[in-house]
């Protein structure tokens, strides 16, 4: 059961996802974000039992959110264009990219959170949505490339306008599709 979000809880996140960047997810410890809080650890334990929990905590609204996306474009496949889906994943990705660098990081980590199983199932359940039920190899491949490489861009060219990037971004992908 999810807590309710407070002031602490959010200050916690927000001073976790700090220190994870400069030294990394497994060189953090709770103390050390205790410490960057000015609060004790046993303060810190009370919003979260574990760095596990504060992790998951800052990861799962971006896989409700992913998964809420997928779902809804499933529920919509009759009327859902490839475009959309692209722009959607786009916006996606380009929303949530500080915590998907956070955990692009650190590789166990999104193999402990079975985040890489979760990301790679999205991908395959919008692939079926452009091209069918059963894509041949060839639409597979069009597919991987198209939408992981669409994530890739949403995080490697941070200093680009998000329109801007997001316009060539959706270009590159639908020609990866073949479908324009």
């Not at 809080?37 to 896989?63: D, M």
């Not at 949505?129 to 949403?154: E, K, M, N, Y």
């Amino acid at each position: 059961m999810n807590k309710p979000v407070s002031d602490t809880r959010q200050r916690i996140q927000d001073v976790a996802r700090e220190l994870f960047g400069e030294k990394g997810v497994q060189r953090t410890s709770l103390q050390d974000i205790a410490a960057r809080l000015g609060i004790t650890k046993p303060a810190l334990y009370y919003h979260f039992s574990s760095r596990e929990e504060l992790i998951r905590s800052i990861v799962q609204p971006l896989v409700d959110d992913g998964e809420r996306f997928v779902a809804e474009q499933e529920a919509r496949a009759a009327d859902v264009t490839p475009t959309e889906l692209l722009a959607g994943f786009f916006d996606f990705h380009h929303r949530h990219r500080a915590d998907l660098m956070l955990v692009l990081t650190e590789l166990p980590i999104l193999a402990d959170l079975g985040l890489i199983d979760t990301m790679l199932a999205w991908r395959e359940r919008l692939v079926r949505l452009i091209f069918g039920p059963t894509p041949t190899l060839a639409q597979a491949t069009r597919g991987v490339i198209a939408f992981g490489g669409l994530q890739d861009c949403s995080m490697h060219f941070p200093d680009v306008p998000v329109d801007e990037l997001r316009g060539v971004v959706l270009d590159g992908a639908l020609a990866a599709l073949g479908v324009i």
